[in-house]
């Protein structure tokens, strides 16, 4: 049995989120509302066995706040995706998941992501190098895959029938195709056909729902009508940082909190990345804690004009004095 199985129902996870959801930002949402899962942002399994491999590392930094975390990787290279899985389960993750869903231009360039999806050979010969991987390392851990619907059209009907049949302990499925990005509503109806075929083949594989779910609540009506295991919660967060709070009456934060969380924030990036990543990365987030009181738009403009920490820390104490919050 694996961690995945013990989880309660429906579970909810903080989606991998390149970019955005490193170990601090992970720890600022756990600090929030904490989900039931994490994923690490996604990790080129070429790159971690590269000269590079310092900078890419970084997205495998975690903490015991964060867990149960998920290493997830892409790339093709059996070697590459062996080796990295093999380092990752020594590091103690909670399982490991391959993207094969991802329709970043680069990534399909190398025949990752969502490019799997079109090359199933080549994405069972991952699966098992993965596996291999872990064996390698002495490890016993899940391993999984979040994947889309298709990658230029919708291919669930043969697609999700294959990966079903690779052993998977659980399966995420965004429910879009890649050339949808997210542009479209997704396809909750394939997520609860997927639910039906997986208990039709009688295999253990978890399966967790993800598209255009904002928060715990809209999570347990996607649960009661599709009957998911677990749902994933992405762009949801930056709506709110309290998006996994599954009180009746969950909490919204007022905007002296959103500060209060932005505050956090910043001072947890700098004490754990120093200058080791830009400053401007932090400015992502702005928009998300400056908000929903007179004046917001105009203090939102002042702090993505600053340029490094103590800066919009000095602005936080000017705003705070003002009594506008
Ligand atoms: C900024 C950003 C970065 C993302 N990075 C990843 C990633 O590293 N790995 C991955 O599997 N999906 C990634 N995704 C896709 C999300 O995990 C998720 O599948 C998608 O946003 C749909 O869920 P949502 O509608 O709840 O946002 C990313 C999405 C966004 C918006």
Known sequence: MTFWQSLPKPFLVLAPLEGVADTVFRRIVASCAKPDVFFTEFTSADGFCSPGKKAVADNFVYTPEEKPIIAQIWGKNPETLYNTARE???????????????????????????????????????????????????????????TRLGNKKNVADTWLPFLLEQGLDALTIHART???????????????????????????????????????????????????????????IF????????????????????????????????????????????KTFYKIYINNFHGATDWRVRAMATNSAPEVLALLEELKATNLV
Request: with cysteine.
């Open 88 to 146: 990752a389960a020594l590091m103690g993750f909670d399982g490991i998941d391959i993207n094969m869903g991802c329709p970043d231009r680069t990534v399909m360039l190398h025949g990752g992501g969502a490019a799997m999806i079109d090359t199933p050979a080549i994405a069972a010969a991952a699966i098992q190098a993965i596996k291999d991987g872990i064996k390698a390392a002495e490890k016993t851990l899940p391993v999984s895959v979040k």
């Open 239 to 282: 709506q709110n940082p309290w998006a996994f709070d599954r009180s009746p009456l969950p909490h919204r934060g007022t905007p002296q909190e959103h500060l209060e969380v932005m505050e956090r924030h910043v001072r947890l990036f700098t004490e754990v990345w120093g200058n080791r990543k830009n400053y401007a990365i932090l």
């Open 178 to 236: 890649a050339k949808e990005l997210s542009k479209v509503p997704a396809r909750w109806e394939e997520v609860g056909k997927l639910v039906e075929l997986r208990d039709r083949m009688k295999v253990n594989t978890i399966i967790v729902g993800n598209g255009d779910v904002k928060d715990a609540k809209e999570a347990q009506e996607k649960y009661e009508m599709y009957r998911v295991d677990g749902v994933m919660i992405g762009r949801g």
